[in-house]
C-alpha cells in the first residue's frame, strides 16, 4: 500500500525540478547577454572641443562628490569623429586587473557611482562626463536573459565579458567658431556571462530521479517465496 504515494512523490518531484512549458533553463557553458544599458550619453556640451582625437572611459566611484577609490574601464578606448573603432571590450584575458574588480563593485551589495568620461586625448585636454548612481544605471537599462531579473542577481552568474559600443559620435560647429565645436555621444554598455543554476533546482532534480530510480529497482527486485 505504500508503494503508490512513494511512487507519487517521485513523480512529483521529478517534475517540480523541471521549469513550466514557456520558461527557459539556465544556460550552462555558453555566454549569453545579461544586460545592456543603450543610452550613455553625453550632450549639450558645455566645452568647446579643439581636438580631433578622444579617450573615452567608463569610470566607477565609491563616491559621487569625494572619491577615494576611483576604477576606469576601457581606459584605452580612443575615438575620433573621423571613423575608425567604435567597439570595445574588456575581460580577464586584455585587463585582468580593472576586470575583476569591475565585476567585484557591480555585484556587491555596496552602490557605486557610474560615470561616463569623454576627454580630448591631449595633454591638458578638454573633457566632459556624465554620470549617475549605480541604481538608475540598471533601472534604466534592461536584463534580455530570461534568467535575470534585477541587478542583484548579477552575483548569481559568472561576468566574462564587458562591452562599449559607440552609436553616435559627433562634434557639431557652433558657427565663426571654426574647429571649436561642442559633442554629442550616445554609447551602450553590454555585460556578458552565464548563467549558474540555483543549486535548489539542481537538489530537487536530483532526489527526485533518484527516488524514481529506486521504486522502479523495488518493483523489478524478484521477490522471495
Given amino acids: 500500500m505504500l508503494r503508490i504515494p512513494r511512487f507519487l512523490l517521485a513523480v512529483t518531484l521529478a517534475a517540480w525540478s523541471f521549469p513550466a512549458q514557456g520558461t527557459t533553463l539556465p544556460t550552462q557553458g555558453q555566454s549569453e547577454m545579461l544586460f545592456k ?15 580631433s582625437q578622444f579617450d573615452l572611459d567608463l569610470v566607477f566611484l565609491d563616491n559621487e562628490l569625494f572619491p577615494t577609490n576611483s576604477l576606469n574601464l576601457f581606459d584605452n578606448a580612443v575615438i575620433s569623429e573621423a571613423g575608425g573603432e567604435r567597439i570595445f571590450e574588456s575581460t580577464a584575458a586584455t585587463d585582468p586587473n580593472n576586470f575583476a574588480e569591475a565585476v567585484s563593485r557591480l555585484t556587491d551589495a555596496s552602490g557605486e557611482f557610474i560615470r561616463l568620461v569623454l576627454a580630448e586625448d591631449e595633454i591638458g585636454g578638454l573633457a566632459e562626463q556624465r554620470g549617475t548612481s549605480e541604481f538608475f544605471f540598471f533601472f534604466n537599462g534592461s536584463f534580455p536573459s530570461p534568467n535575470l531579473s534585477s541587478a ?15 552609436k553616435e559620435f559627433s562634434l557639431s560647429p557652433t558657427g565663426s567658431a571654426g574647429p571649436l565645436a561642442p559633442v554629442h555621444l550616445m554609447a551602450e554598455f553590454t555585460i556578458y556571462g552565464t548563467i549558474i543554476p540555483e543549486p535548489s533546482t539542481i537538489w530537487l532534480f536530483v532526489c527526485g ?17
Wanted: overall charge positive; charged content about 25%; aromatic content about 4%.
Fill in 37 to 51: 544599458q543603450e543610452r550613455l550619453l553625453i550632450n549639450s556640451s558645455v566645452n568647446n572641443f579643439d581636438a
Fill in 152 to 166: 542583484s542577481e548579477l552575483a548569481s552568474a559568472t561576468i566574462d565579458r564587458f562591452k562599449l559600443e559607440v
Fill in 209 to 225: 530521479l533518484a527516488t524514481l530510480s529506486s521504486q522502479l529497482l523495488r518493483r523489478r527486485r524478484p521477490q522471495l517465496a
